[in-house]
């Protein structure tokens, strides 16, 4: 009888505490939702479904859609959240408010999972918790292919901004016709005679008068596969696979390093007796003429002319993504000087909204010859 009123006590305080959580979430946009993903997703998960779901509404294949920019502008804002425990944490206890209050709402202490709560009663509940049941699969002991790496070249604006790359690659591919059978028809595939479809054979060979020793070996009518083909694929004619083409779009996200690898699984060339190896691109940054990156950081050198280190200057620095930096100083500005502007660096990958900072370094350009009058001019200005 208590143990009967410990879980009804149990499972009221659990549909209270989830009626809490659907009414904060309800409060903001649902980041989950939108990505298409359950509540105990995993790292991987998110990262793969942001991939997708950004490479169909990314606006540089949207340009005249707004629903679709906007649907983009929810899927950035959903993973930003959802990739960062922290704010994952505060919007799992009450929802996208809790965010713009700084980390408020929900019931319970911060970063509480309540379904962790009932793990202490004896309920189970599929796995819907943040550490449960959503784990990525790990294939790391599956057969496949071999791997594929290849470079990636991209611009600064790219990984200023994000971009999608669109590749065709010259791959092979399981037969149309025969799905990698081998075979003119399924009937046509049939069950070896000779080792009876085991792929091996056994055989005893007699060492000695009373002495057998037994050797297992591939079966060499079947080649150990245990089926043999009675007539074969017109189109392949038995080679099972085919030469085509496979098209990738390549999501670079905004803030993404020099080197950052992006890998599509099972991409790779297709094989009827293994899974598909992975594609991986490697980004390669091509050089920019104006700025330098280093990490979150970007450098640019600005080179002023001796008039304008003297009696200060006002320029203006167009930015990756087109928008302008106003550069000034009213003093005087020595050669090698650095200047630092904040949060006008690169984002970060995964928190687009946190930037570097941007530093200037001036380099003064003496002219090559002065007249008599400017000569005097400038001595004027040395000290007695």
């Known amino acids: 009888m208590r143990l009967n009123m410990r879980r009804v006590a149990a499972l009221s305080l659990f549909i209270f505490l989830l009626l809490l959580l659907v009414v904060a979430v309800e409060g903001g946009r649902d980041f989950y939702r939108i990505l298409g993903l359950a509540r105990g997703a995993s790292e991987r998960q998110i990262k793969k479904a942001y991939r997708k779901m950004a490479q169909i509404y990314h606006p540089d294949k949207n340009k005249n859609d707004e629903e ?30 809790a965010l713009k209050q700084g980390g408020g709402g929900g019931g319970g202490g911060a970063g509480m999972d309540p379904f962790d709560l009932f793990s202490h009663f004896g309920f189970g509940f599929g796995g819907h918790g943040r550490r449960g049941g959503h784990h990525a699969h790990d294939d790391s002991s599956e057969r496949r292919g071999a791997d594929i790496q290849l470079d990636l070249a991209v611009t600064l604006e790219d990984l200023y901004k994000g971009n999608v790359y669109s590749v065709e690659l010259r791959q092979q591919h399981l037969c149309s016709h025969c799905h990698g059978s081998g075979a003119r028809s399924e009937s046509d595939v049939e069950v070896c005679h000779t080792c009876q479809g085991r792929g091996v054979r056994i055989q005893m060979h007699q060492l000695a008068p009373g002495f057998v020793q037994q050797v297992q070996s591939s079966c060499e009518v079947c080649g150990g596969k245990g089926k043999v083909i009675r007539a074969k694929c017109p189109k392949c004619q038995g080679a099972k696979v085919e030469k085509g083409t496979r098209h990738l779009d390549i999501l670079v996200e905004v803030g993404m390093a020099d080197g950052h690898r992006i890998e599509f699984e099972h991409a790779g060339d297709e094989h009827a007796d293994q899974a598909a190896g ?18 979150q950081d970007l450098h640019v050198v600005q080179r002023i002319t001796l008039l304008e280190a003297l009696t200060g200057f006002h320029r203006n620095l167009t930015h990756l993504d087109g928008h302008v930096v106003t550069l000034s100083s009213n003093k005087v500005t020595q050669h090698g000087e650095v200047v630092r502007i904040k949060k006008e660096g690169m984002p970060h990958h995964n928190v687009p ?32």
């Open 278 to 295: 992975h594609i991986i691109f490697v980004l390669n940054t091509v050089p920019h003429p104006v700025f330098t990156r280093k990490d």
């Open 353 to 384: 909204s946190m930037k570097g900072d941007l530093f200037v370094k001036y380099q003064v350009e003496l002219p090559k010859t002065l007249t008599q009058e400017q000569k005097d001019g400038f001595a004027k200005l040395l000290p007695k």
């Open 68 to 97: 679709a920019q906007k649907k983009f502008v929810d899927i950035a804002a959903a993973y930003e959240v959802l990739s960062d425990k922290s704010k994952r944490a505060i919007y799992d206890q009450g929802g996208e408010e």
